[in-house]
């Protein structure tokens, strides 16, 4: 049972380059999240998708564009990666009110 | 900017003691609240969820929620080395399901 996996584990960046981080769920969820971790600043939502076909903005969506490709997957796209970008992603599913459950991460350095 | 506030810490107790952790949150139509615990380096597990008002078990775990102050805690009984991590408070932040989170507590249990 995989639950959410994410794609790849890390990554380094040029500045200007661009990349897609993978996520897929096998748990049937309808909603799925990016997140970004930095120190002190917790998680922060970049985009969610509440059901297949949707998808909306969260606390810090510049720079990303995200696509929900079917219910397994939602992938999050630098266009043009910046070092302020330099984070650990976490890709995130739920149903409903109830909890997420997370992927293993991302560490993506951009130089 | 619906916002989950926590203490940042890091917070110390010995191993055996109660540890407490505190978390408030902004947006009263919220309905779900979480606590998640997270190893350095390690994606966010959750360890409790707790919907209605009051006090919920699991274990050496116990979750407090009252919705008029819009507050929500975790305490871990008899503490021990392996619940040093850091946790997270999260929120339901509205009717699509969209999580937000605190920044989070480092607990340190010292043996």
């Known amino acids: 049972n995989a639950g959410v996996t994410q794609t790849p584990k890390f990554q380094v960046l040029k500045t200007g380059q661009s990349m897609t981080l993978q996520c897929a769920q096998d748990m049937n969820h309808n909603s799925m999240y990016w997140y970004r971790q930095d120190p002190g600043m917790g998680l922060r939502l970049i985009y969610y998708s509440a059901s297949e076909g949707t998808t909306d903005k969260g606390e810090v969506p510049n720079g990303y564009n995200v696509s929900r490709l079917n219910k397994r997957e939602f992938s999050l796209r630098l266009e043009s990666a910046a070092p302020s970008q330099t984070s650990v992603y976490f890709c995130?599913?739920?149903?409903?009110?109830?909890?997420?459950?997370f992927g293993q991460g991302t560490r993506l350095t951009v130089v | 900017q619906k916002e989950v506030e926590q203490n940042s810490g890091p917070l110390s107790v010995p191993e055996g003691a109660i540890a407490s952790l505190n978390c408030t949150y902004s947006d009263r139509g919220s309905q779900s609240f979480f606590w998640y615990r997270q190893y350095s380096g390690k994606s966010p597990e959750l360890i409790m969820s707790i919907y209605s008002n009051g006090d919920k078990e699991d274990g050496r775990f116990t979750a407090q929620l009252n919705k008029a102050s819009q507050y929500v805690s975790l305490l871990i009984r008899d503490s021990q080395p392996s619940d040093s991590a850091t946790y997270l408070c999260?929120?339901?932040?509205?009717?699509?399901?969209?999580?937000?989170f605190g920044k989070g507590t480092k607990l340190s249990v010292k043996p």
């Open positions: 999260a929120v339901n932040g509205g009717s699509q399901g969209n999580l937000i």
């Open positions: 995130a599913s739920s149903e409903g009110r109830l909890s997420a459950f």
